[in-house]
T-cell receptor, first 113, second 114 residues
Framework: DAKTTQPPSMDCAEGRAANLPCNHS???????VYWYRQIHSQGPQYIIH???NNETNEMASLIITEDRKSSTLILPHATLRDTAVYYC??????????????FGEGTQLTVNP | NAGVMQNPRHLVRRRGQEARLRCSPM?????VYWYRQLPEEGLKFMVY????????ESGMPKERFSAEFPKEGPSILRIQQVVRGDSAAYFC????????????FGPGTRLTVT
């Protein structure tokens, strides 16, 4: 799986958009970009994933650059409950080796009142 | 729709004892994954199972650890002769499809070895 690079920490004001960047310059054509988050001591939570097109769901938006070497997770209106470690993961689908999630260090997002 | 269930939530074992961690996947999910999170460290993949089959155990320690997912009942992660270094949070995830896109995680079992 391609390696990802994320800033170790970010701060965001409550109610503002949180933009979390991720670099994955060695991503392959068949690798998807996934985002998960882990709120303190809880199990990780799936947020969103995409291949090349931008994606949006009820939780967040995912913007993938045209060359796919980086992406940004956007939480449009951050709340205090969004304080968590956010993980950007790239993985292949459809193969046994693609089943696992390889978690890096992630970004600690702190939403401030 | 119940999520992934794990029990016990907290488990205390003395060195040398056995630990059995249970995971009930979401309804309709036949793929189970186990991850371990050591204190102050990231999540590490351990094993991927389908019903009655171990698909990928490349992340499992070679000794003392085993996992199963029987035809009936929960998936079990078994740790024999626990040592202090096994103290960690163990998370189970499930997905409905092969190499499922989304993995849904349980709340974890926190194992403490005294």
């Amino acid at each position: 799986d391609a390696k990802t690079t994320q800033p170790p920490s970010m701060d965001c004001a409550e109610g503002r958009a949180a933009n979390l960047p991720c670099n994955h310059s060695t991503i392959s054509g068949n690798e998807y970009v996934y985002w998960y988050r882990q709120i303190h001591s809880q199990g990780p939570q799936y947020i969103i994933h995409g291949l090349k097109n931008n994606e949006t769901n009820e939780m967040a938006s995912l913007i993938i650059t045209e060359d796919r070497k980086s992406s940004t997770l956007i939480l449009p209106h951050a709340t205090l409950r969004d304080t968590a470690v956010y993980y950007c993961i790239v993985r292949v689908e459809g193969e046994t080796s693609g089943s696992r999630l390889t978690f890096g260090e992630g970004t600690q997002l702190t939403v401030n009142p | 729709n119940a999520g992934v269930m794990q029990n016990p939530r907290h488990l205390v074992r003395r060195r040398g004892q056995e630990a059995r961690l249970r995971c009930s996947p979401m309804k309709g999910h036949s793929h189970v994954y186990w991850y371990r999170q050591l204190p102050e460290e990231g999540l590490k993949f351990m094993v991927y199972l389908q019903k009655e089959n171990i698909i990928d155990e490349s992340g499992m320690p070679k000794e003392r650890f085993s996992a199963e997912f029987p035809k009936e009942g929960p998936s079990i992660l078994r740790i024999q002769q626990v040592v202090r270094g096994d103290s960690a949070a163990y998370f189970c995830a499930s997905s409905p499809r092969v190499a499922g896109r989304e993995q849904y995680f349980g709340p974890g079992t926190r194992l403490t070895v005294t």
